[in-house]
């Protein structure tokens, strides 16, 4: 069993950046792939960004490519999303969640665990 508290979320202005953070208890945190997703209002919960048990290997969607960027801590068993230049549009509560797999995945249904979400909003 793993429980992922997410932290750091909030109100900034459009262009502004906001670093969310997971922290996840229990053991064994490097041998899970963790991911993060976003929900606005009115949309599917979507993939944000994943990486690899390692950090060899991160993936994101294409609408955060090259603004966000996903890492991790095995030794503090938290998960960062630095999130920079951002833009209204990724206005939602940012979702972290952990995989029992060491490869990344961007698909949903393969996160075993989530945290209760942190809201972000991002002012024009």
């Known amino acids: 069993q793993v429980q992922l508290v997410e932290s750091g979320g909030g109100l900034v202005q459009a262009g502004g950046s906001l670093r969310l953070s997971c922290a996840a208890s229990?053991?064994?945190?490097?041998?899970?792939?963790m991911g993060w997703f976003r929900h606005a209002p009115g949309k599917e919960r979507e993939f944000v960004a994943a990486?690899?048990?390692?950090?060899?290997?991160?993936y994101y969607a294409d609408s955060v490519k090259g603004r966000f960027t996903i890492s991790r801590d095995n030794t503090r068993n938290t998960v960062y999303l630095q999130m920079n230049i951002l833009k209204p549009e990724d206005t939602a509560v940012y979702y972290c969640?952990?995989?029992?797999?060491?490869?990344?995945?961007?698909?949903?249904?393969?996160?075993?665990?989530w945290g209760q979400g942190t809201q972000v909003t991002v002012s024009s």
């Open positions: 969640a952990a995989a029992r797999r060491l490869a990344a995945t961007v698909i949903r249904a393969e996160y075993d665990y």
């Open positions: 990486i690899s048990w390692n950090a060899g290997s991160k």
């Open positions: 229990g053991r064994a945190f490097s041998s899970y792939a």
